[in-house]
């Protein structure tokens, strides 16, 4: 198993640009999310899925958009990048249900100029 | 609403020495509780995590934590540091119904010096 994977590990975007970040999983997990980390800030969670078809907002969903045609994709969609975005974006997967762990992706790098 | 402190934003310990880091958590009901840790440059791993069963939860890599209920705490201890445990560490907080979103705390980062 490949487990979470994310494409891609850096980017660099000018403001105003958009673009997608991707998260795939083959665990058969109902339960995806995006998170966000800054530094002293901890991971903020974005947007997060219960399954396909089903997506709801995180703590700061601003700027981004999700959709989740099916149980393996979750993408990010940035649709105008802001210096403000410029973070590292972890994408999660977990089975539905209290106290399951969550199992993440190795993060894509954006910096948004 | 749900959320977690963590007290410290950088500790150090000398090797050997024991780790203790601490979090708070606030909840209207008892949660489930996790440490993950992160590496340089990678993502999150498990450590441990409550879930409402014994209250001495033992984690991997000899780490463990204790709920204790009265101090809505759930500190993550180490009896002896190794150089290998340098990293950052996160508490989060998930509800026991609902969508059960997780809720990170800021993370610490442990120093283990030689």
């Known amino acids: 198993n490949a487990g979470v994977t994310q494409t891609p590990k850096f980017q660099v975007l000018k403001t105003g640009q958009s673009m997608t970040l991707q998260c795939a999983q083959d665990m058969n997990h109902e339960y995806m999310s995006w998170y966000r980390q800054d530094p002293g800030m901890g991971l903020r969670l974005i947007h997060y899925s219960v399954g396909a078809g089903i997506t709801d907002q995180g703590e700061v969903p601003n700027g981004y958009n999700v959709s989740r045609s099916t149980t393996e994709d979750f993408p990010l969609r940035l649709l105008s990048a802001a210096p403000s975005q410029t973070s590292v974006y972890f994408c999660?997967?977990?089975?539905?249900?209290?106290?399951?762990?969550?199992?993440f992706g190795p993060g894509t790098r954006l910096t948004v100029l | 609403a749900q959320s977690v402190t963590q007290l410290g934003s950088h500790v150090s310990v000398s090797e050997g020495a024991l780790v203790l880091l601490r979090c708070n958590y606030s909840?209207?009901?008892?949660?489930?509780l996790f440490w993950y840790v992160q590496y340089p440059n990678q993502g999150l791993q498990l450590l441990l995590k409550y879930t409402s069963a014994a209250t001495l939860v033992k984690g991997i890599n000899g780490f463990e934590a204790e709920f204790k209920k009265s101090e809505t705490s759930f500190h993550l201890t180490k009896p002896s540091a190794h150089m290998s445990d340098a990293a950052e560490y996160f508490c989060?907080?998930?509800?026991?119904?609902?969508?059960?979103?997780?809720?990170f705390g800021t993370g610490t980062r442990l120093k283990v010096l030689a």
């Open positions: 989060a907080v998930s509800s026991t119904s609902g969508t059960y979103k997780y809720i």
């Open positions: 909840s209207s009901v008892p949660p489930y």
């Open positions: 999660a997967s977990s089975r539905q249900g209290p106290g399951n762990e969550q199992f």
